[in-house]
């Protein structure tokens, strides 16, 4: 039997924090994370309350079409990319961004001979996702030699910006993402929620708000009415 438990959303609300992540990110494009069905508050609402985000992150490929086929003409990117080379003809027919993560993604995407938008992921300390560092000079050469790749940002993901004693851990990672990509002038995507909100030196030409979108503080020792 189902429980009788009832949510309402509150269009407005999002577009309420939307404009708060602007207030803090006023120099980057936001990427507004709507994966998992935008975090079960349904896409399309969520979509239409982030109506003037710059972009959309999600995880599938079939959300992110229904999104073009809906009439979504923003970059939407998909944060772990695709994972056969089936998939990326889709990605290439629906203009659809990818997250590479992994040199495997590099072998398929060469393989298949077309040429996507791309955010490319470096490992600085996550330790769930990508390129290792002394990998990466390899693989975004190949990337540019193979010209797979239309357009080339640079990306990586902060392991604990939400936890205030962990601030040498991130101004550790956004150093070493520096150091590795100095040699590289491509726009960057670094910042998720609470470092566009503690740490606004790392801000760059992308950031990632996700929790903070539907009203919920990135920080476990603050509330969001705080």
């Not at 309420?16 to 507004?32: C, G």
């Not at 996702?129 to 790749?149: E, K, M, V, W």
């Not at 470092?195 to 539907?214: C, F, H, K, N």
Request: aromatic residues 10%; proline residues 4%.
């Amino acid at each position: 039997m189902p429980r009788p438990i009832q949510a309402t959303i509150d269009i407005s609300a999002f577009s309420q924090n939307l404009a708060v992540a602007r207030q803090y990110a006023t120099k980057a494009r936001i990427m507004a994370v709507v994966k998992a069905d935008a975090y079960g508050h349904g896409l399309f609402s969520a979509v239409s309350g982030f109506n003037d985000a710059d972009g959309f992150a999600l995880l599938e490929l079939d959300a992110a079409i229904s999104l073009r086929e809906a009439g979504y003409q923003r970059p939407i990117l998909l944060l772990e990319g695709f994972f056969s080379t089936e998939e990326i003809a889709e990605f290439q027919r629906y203009r659809l961004s990818a997250v590479i993560h992994h040199e495997e993604q590099v072998a398929m995407l060469t393989k298949s001979k077309h040429a996507l938008d791309i955010f490319l992921k470096i490992n600085t300390g996550m330790n769930r996702l990508g390129l290792t560092p002394d990998r990466f000079s390899l693989i975004i050469q190949q990337l540019i030699d193979s010209q797979c790749a239309k357009s080339l940002t640079l990306m990586t993901h902060f392991a604990n910006a939400d936890v205030p004693s962990e601030k040498g851990s991130v101004i550790r990672q956004f150093e070493s993402f520096l150091s590795i990509t100095r040699d590289y002038h491509y726009p960057r995507s670094v910042s998720n929620s609470a470092a566009i909100v503690r740490y606004p030196e790392t801000q760059s030409d992308w950031v990632r708000p996700g929790i903070m979108l539907y009203g919920s503080s990135p920080f476990p020792d603050k509330t969001a009415s705080e």
